[in-house]
């Protein structure tokens, strides 16, 4: 059996990455992400293997996953991505320099990456700065 965290964070080592849920659990993880009001980004990988949802079960079934990805797709604000592309911006979020007091925050990837800035998601371009605000 593999273990889920059904936590939302997102994973230190893509290597030992671990889903939120099982397929079954997709729906109840669904609402939690869509509720999730943290400081921080929140992840939700579900696993499973798609033969599972050809047993018709309530919460294993096609339909159920259909309805699953219904109440998740067309986010504006949801970025839909595969293990490889959220590896990739992992690791191109270990590449932005931030400064100590009042330097910009350079981002030394090829990748736009998402960094808050007074309370606001901003976007950090490649080869990019972004001056600190000022201190209140």
Same mark, same amino acid.
């Given at each position: &059996?593999? #273990?889920s965290t059904g936590d939302f964070r997102l994973p230190n080592n893509p290597f030992l990455w671990r889903g939120t849920c099982h397929h079954s @659990? =997709? =729906? =109840? =993880?669904?609402?939690? $992400? $869509?509720a999730h009001q @943290? #400081?921080? &980004?929140a992840l939700l990988y579900v696993w499973g293997h798609s033969w599972k949802l050809d047993g018709g079960a309530p919460n294993n079934s096609w339909s159920y996953i259909e309805a699953v990805c219904k109440t998740l797709g067309g986010k504006s604000d949801v970025w839909y991505a595969g293990n490889a592309e959220v590896a990739d911006y992992l690791a191109a979020l270990r590449k932005v320099e931030l400064a100590l007091t009042g330097d910009p925050m350079f981002n030394a990837s090829s990748s736009s990456v998402w960094v808050k800035q007074g309370g606001q998601a901003v976007e950090l371009k490649p080869q990019a700065t972004l001056p600190l605000p000022a201190p209140p």
């Open positions: &059996m593999v #273990p @659990g =997709a =729906a =109840a =993880a669904a609402q939690q $992400l $869509l @943290g #400081p921080d &980004m």
